[in-house]
């Protein structure tokens, strides 16, 4: 992107594009017809790093981050990912950060993919996102639009748990880690649909059938 051109950039995150490149460039394309000077950046936000108690590392991470932004020409940026939302609200000020969901209830979300069955979810929420009610509002709002039905899990929202993955737990104890995620799916009733990379992964580590609500938009398998 040349320097200056943009009006605001999308930020996929890093889980989305790491494990689904096409689902990444069928959400951005879709998000250039509705805003056709959004730019694109592929970049951390420093979340992990932060997770790992590297302060001085997280913030050389999250300062590159906010003038890579700002090399567009920007300081609005649209993420995908509720981990980099919350971690840019708190950690750099000089952006204007708002989520991908909240921009589809915006300005009118995409066709769902062919073969969407209508079907009922339960909504996981994020754990960073237990503040964001309008983001968790978006995330409804777009699952009305599928026709999907919505299953309120007993702790969501505002109370919402952590599916697991939260503080690099990954690393330091895989097998306690196991057993977190497979009580938070136990807890659904029915598939989960989630807006986190990480919450997914981590529900199909125990083989919890699971959907991103991008696939319900862009995936057509």
């Known amino acids: 992107a040349r320097k200056g051109r943009w009006e605001g950039g ?128 978006s995330v409804r709002q777009l699952m009305n639009f599928l026709g999907h039905g919505v299953e309120e899990m007993e702790y969501s929202r505002q109370m919402t748990k952590c599916c697991g993955v939260g503080g690099m737990a990954w690393n330091a104890n895989p097998n306690f880690l196991n057993r977190v995620i497979r009580a938070r799916a136990e807890e659904a009733d029915h598939d989960i649909v989630t807006y986190c990379a990480g919450c997914h992964l981590a529900f199909a580590s125990v083989k919890k059938p699971s959907r991103h609500i991008l696939d319900l938009f862009f995936n057509p398998d």
């Open 10 to 137: 999308f930020c996929p995150g890093c889980g989305r594009p790491g494990c689904s490149p096409q689902l990444v460039a069928r959400a951005y394309a879709d998000l250039q017809e509705r805003r056709p000077n959004t730019g694109i950046v592929l970049n951390c936000c420093g979340a992990p790093t932060k997770s790992l108690g590297d302060e001085e590392g997280f913030k050389a991470i999250c300062t590159g981050f906010v003038e890579l932004v700002k090399s567009l020409g920007t300081n609005e940026v649209i993420l995908a990912c509720p981990h980099c939302y919350h971690t840019l609200l708190e950690n750099a000020p000089d952006l204007n950060a708002t989520t991908l969901y909240q921009v589809m209830a915006e300005f009118g979300p995409p066709e769902p993919a062919a073969g969407n069955v209508k079907s009922t979810f339960a909504i996981h929420d994020s754990c960073v996102t237990r503040h964001e009610t309008d983001l968790h509002e």
